[in-house]
């Protein structure tokens, strides 16, 4: 194995500890602070949409009415997500609704914007 291969899988594990602290002391926080758990929810699912639609926008990103708008796709996704955690919808059918919405919001963001997000996501 060459050596750029151990050291990707080195950075690969650091990064998912890095993740899982992030993680953790995100919830350690909101239990000190007595945040309910479901604002964490809400804030990851939202901040994780965001390397996403920067991928899938970066061409448009100066766009006057683009930042505003992938801001309250990611409140959207953020409700999206906490509903189904509320409403306690079985993991399976997660993944058909957030098909569903994304290809929603890039219905929206052609019909007002005419920009069609890359397939880089």
Do not use: N
């Amino acid at each position: 194995m060459a050596i750029t291969g151990i050291r990707d899988g080195l950075l690969g594990i650091g990064l998912a500890l890095v993740l899982c602290l992030i993680g953790v002391g995100s919830f350690y926080l909101a239990d000190q602070y007595h945040i309910k758990e479901v604002w964490v929810f809400f804030a990851w699912s939202s901040f994780a949409m965001i390397p996403a639609f920067l991928r899938a926008f970066r061409g448009h990103l100066k766009r006057p009415f683009l930042i505003p708008f992938l801001a309250g796709l990611a409140i959207v996704h953020g409700i999206v997500f906490i509903s189904l955690i509320k409403w306690r919808v079985p993991f399976v059918y997660w993944f058909p609704v957030f098909i569903v919405e994304l290809s929603l919001g890039a219905w929206v963001a052609y019909r007002f914007f005419r920009i069609i997000p890359s397939g880089d996501i």
